[in-house]
């Protein structure tokens, strides 16, 4: 939060905070009504690349995934004490991962799990060599399940979302970037549903190549925006 408080300037009120408790945290500070809401649902570089977060799989680290260390449970809690179908609904419906089951088998096979190079290990073992990605580790998506859920990321979206076009006033704009698809089915139907707002976007805006050049990271970025009504008009 410091480095975002530095290079917003003094002008910025940074809050330790989930999204979620954005319309009590806008009353708190006296906004009752806004211009433009920004969600940008990314991780942090600072965050992915800090082997002590737990979020890293090609680095040792405590199995952690918390986005926010000061609460809630890290991720060793959900990987050692979930039963075997709890984790192949969590590997399969937040990962999106074909090899869920297997995945759910040999982690709880191989139980307790301290560190992500045990769940790392533990993924590779149960995807068989030939149906590796090329593109990917193995165990990106069963990583990406498990922090989505230990985080409720997808929960904490949808209470989000409703508080936002709440607090615009009309001709503001609600802006949500996305990266994955799981985040952006959650905005494009909460946009296409809300009939206080209109999209300005049919499709989602994606990254150019030269800016996926730059940052690989931004390659799967979805941008979706709409536009707060004037419905007292109608």
């Known amino acids: 939060m410091q480095r975002a408080q530095e290079r917003l300037g003094i002008a910025a009120v940074c809050v330790h905070a989930n999204f979620d408790e954005l319309a009590e945290l806008a009353r708190e500070r006296g906004f009752e009504a806004v211009d433009g809401v920004l969600f940008d649902l990314g991780l942090s570089s600072f965050q992915l690349d800090d082997p002590e977060r737990g979020f890293a799989f090609r680095a040792e680290g405590p199995l952690d995934m918390r986005l926010d260390p000061t609460a809630g449970e890290p991720a060793a809690v959900l990987v050692n004490r979930f039963r075997e179908r709890e984790l192949t609904e969590i590997i399969r419906d937040l990962g999106e991962e074909r090899w869920a089951a297997r995945i759910a088998q040999c982690i709880v096979r191989r139980r307790p799990l301290r560190t992500t190079r045990d769940l790392a290990e533990a993924v590779e073992a149960a995807v068989p060599r030939a149906a590796w990605p090329r ?70 805006l994606t990254p150019s190549a030269a800016e996926s050049g730059r940052n690989p990271r931004a390659r799967s970025a979805r941008l979706r925006v709409a536009e707060k009504l004037d419905l007292s008009r109608n």
């Open 135 to 204: 593109r990917i580790h193995p165990a990106t998506r069963t990583f990406q399940a498990l922090r989505i859920a230990v985080n409720d990321e997808l929960g904490s979206l949808e209470r989000a979302l409703p508080a936002a076009a709440a607090l615009l006033r009309p001709g503001g704009r609600l802006a949500v970037i996305s990266f994955h698809s799981l985040e952006d089915r959650i905005a494009k139907r909460f946009i296409t549903a809300e009939r206080s707002l209109k999209k300005i976007n049919p499709a989602p």
